[in-house]
């Protein structure tokens, strides 16, 4: 049985310079794994630089895989498209949202860094943030094994309470 550390929410801003799939443009969307869970964004039909604003939502399981990210382009006809992938480290989020969770502080507080290096799929260095009482990271990532394209997400880990 597997035993959850608790939830991880994902809203998937947007894209920036996605590759181009179809003749001169795309139709992506994002597919966010975490062990053998999976969710999706929906379908943003001819756009390079599409802006989801959706929230999706994971279980965290013990132990601890990364978010796994990938784009896609949605095609009628044929298999889907891969647009670029990448991952991300959850276990600093995840810490610090137990590490603060019963600590009475609200914030607004920088309480964690992850700097963005060549090991890594960061486009800048991303911070993790006390706001009213939430564990919060923005994160921009830049798409691995394609040509172009970053992805904007923000996280935030809620702790199974214990």
Known sequence: ???FLGLLKIKVVKGTNLAVRDMI???PYVVLTIGHQTVKTR???SNLN???N???MLSVPNPMPPLKVKVFDKDTFSSDDSMGEAEVDIEPLVSAAKAYMNSGIIGPMQIGKWLAT???ALASDSTINLIDGQVKQEV???LQNVESGTLQMELECVPLSQ
């Open 54 to 56: 959706e929230e999706l």
């Open 140 to 142: 921009t990532l830049k």
């Open 50 to 52: 599409p802006v989801w």
């Open 118 to 120: 060549a090991d890594n």
């Open 25 to 27: 443009t795309s139709d």
């Open 1 to 3: 049985m597997v035993e």
């Open 43 to 45: 379908v943003i039909r």
